[in-house]
T-cell receptor, first 113, second 112 residues
Framework: GENVEQHPSTLSVQEGDSAVIKCTYS??????FPWYKQELGKRPQLIID?????GEKKDQRIAVTLNKTAKHFSLHITETQPEDSAVYFC????????????FGTGTRLKVLA | DARVTQTPRHKVTEMGQEVTMRCQPI?????VFWYRQTMMQGLELLAY????????DSGMPKDRFSAEMPDATLATLKIQPSEPRDSAVYFC??????????FGDGTRLSIL
């Protein structure tokens, strides 16, 4: 069935270092890959997304890369700051809007000051 | 800034009681999703609707849970009877074609 694996489950980095979170999906029909950030007690919020016709997308300190052949995609955060501490969820879907997302199990990122 | 509105934000009730959670999707969004999250765990999809029609409710325990969309501006999730294991945060999200899902602030449910 449809599945998204996410690693690592927890990640601690020093402030200023980079963080990388990796996801692997099973459904080759997936063509949209969003990333959500969830702070403690808050709702998940979209931070970046990528569609299958693009290999990489960047927005300031965050970037996402996609390898469709290997069916994996990664989130990269550079120059991490304490406010980046949160749980990050990857997801895969057949379309961006009106189809269900298959979410990964989440990565708890701690940025140590 | 358009947002998904969920009510109530918090609910504490005793086991066996009926619980109703409501969601107002963003105006113009035609797809609504219900998720359950326990102790900062993953997002478990319970059900979703497109144009008010249920598309997939395979994640929902059918014996006690029900989800409906009485109209385009309201989605409801009901639990009857509630059990302590239903304690969780329930999120609603809405979307429209070619746009990502937007989440509401959630309903934090505690069943005693």
């Amino acid at each position: 069935g449809e599945n998204v694996e996410q690693h690592p489950s927890t990640l601690s980095v020093q402030e200023g270092d980079s963080a990388v979170i990796k996801c692997t999906y099973s459904d080759s029909a997936s063509n949209y890959f969003p990333w959500y950030k969830q702070e403690l007690g808050k709702r998940p919020q979209l931070i970046i997304d990528i569609r299958s016709n693009v290999g990489e997308k960047k927005d300031q300190r965050i970037a996402v890369t996609l390898n469709k052949t290997a069916k994996h995609f990664s989130l990269h955060i550079t120059e991490t700051q304490p406010e980046d501490s949160a749980v990050y969820f990857c997801a895969a879907s057949k379309t961006s809007g009106t189809y269900k997302y298959i979410f990964g199990t989440g990565t708890r990122l701690k940025v140590l000051a | 800034d358009a947002r998904v509105t969920q009510t109530p934000r918090h609910k504490v009730t005793e086991m066996g009681q009926e619980v109703t959670m409501r969601c107002q999707p963003i105006l113009g969004h035609n797809t609504v999703f219900w998720y359950r999250q326990t102790m900062m765990q993953g997002l478990e999809l319970l059900a979703y609707f497109r144009n008010r029609a249920p598309l997939d409710d395979s994640g929902m325990p059918k014996d006690r849970f029900s989800a409906e969309m009485p109209d385009a501006t309201l989605a409801t999730l009901k639990i009857q009877p509630s059990e302590p294991r239903d304690s969780a945060v329930y999120f609603c999200a809405s979307a429209r074609e070619a746009q990502p899902q937007h989440f509401g602030d959630g309903t934090r449910l505690s069943i005693l």
